[in-house]
């Protein structure tokens, strides 16, 4: 990978990226709420699930195949599969959350000038959006690998689950840390098997991942979002 790329990357998945990742726990709260999470090793264990059975089999393929969609410029195919993808969010909180984030994620590539203008127009085009074809099309407009960009998605979702976790449980700092370590080979797994995921076996069945978010609506006290 070249320099360029990697900065690139980096910049992508830098908790400093104002697309306001920083205010949602996607259900990680309401987890603590119900008493699922109140350790090091739950939280650890929530995260690594997360990973490898909600992201590797949902959004990291999905991603996948909308950058290959953004680097063939297929402006249909994009918009359709986008609009599957909005309507797989299992609670009204997950729609909003990457709604929002889609739309920062947007207004950040094109004030920046990212990518060429035809994409970029097509890109003005997708509303709503949701934030991982707001990410394929960063990762594509700045020609980085696609399984690199997939594991910067992947570990910028990790660092935010953890900063959540050591808010809402609370953990430490340094127990916080050791997580995201044990997250790496977990994230190279869930990349390989989302790069092996065709289009029709996406999936986002996790239905108590829904419930819990949906759950968290309502929920007494929070910190976060969703």
């Known amino acids: 990978m070249r320099l360029a790329e990697l900065t690139a990357l980096l910049h992508l998945a830098s908790p400093a990226l104002p ?61 359709w599969a986008d609009r599957q993808f909005l309507a797989s969010r299992e609670a009204a909180e997950l729609r909003r959350e990457t709604e929002q984030m889609g739309w920062s994620l947007k207004q950040l590539a094109i004030s920046l000038e990212w990518g060429d203008a035809a994409r970029r127009a097509t890109l003005e085009t997708l509303t709503p959006l949701s934030q991982p074809t707001a990410f394929a099309f960063a990762a594509a407009a700045h020609e980085v690998p696609v399984d690199a960009a997939l594991a910067a998605y ?39 098997r989302a790069l092996d995921t065709p289009p029709e076996r996406i999936n986002t069945f996790s239905p108590m991942l829904g419930v819990l978010c949906a759950r968290h609506e309502t929920q007494y006290s929070r910190l976060f979002r969703s």
């Open 19 to 79: 697309i306001g990742a920083f205010s949602y726990s996607q259900g990680l709260e309401a987890a603590v709420e119900a008493q699922w999470i109140g350790d090091t090793d739950a939280a650890r264990a929530w995260i690594e699930d997360g990973l490898l059975h909600v992201l590797a089999r949902g959004e990291l393929p999905f991603i996948a195949h909308q950058f290959d969609r953004w680097q063939r410029h297929d402006a249909a195919a994009l918009a």
């Open 154 to 192: 992947a570990f910028a979702w990790a660092e935010n689950q953890v900063a959540a976790a050591i808010k809402a449980v609370p953990l430490g700092q340094l127990a916080g840390q050791r997580i995201l370590v044990a997250a790496r080979a977990v994230i190279d797994g869930a990349v390989a």
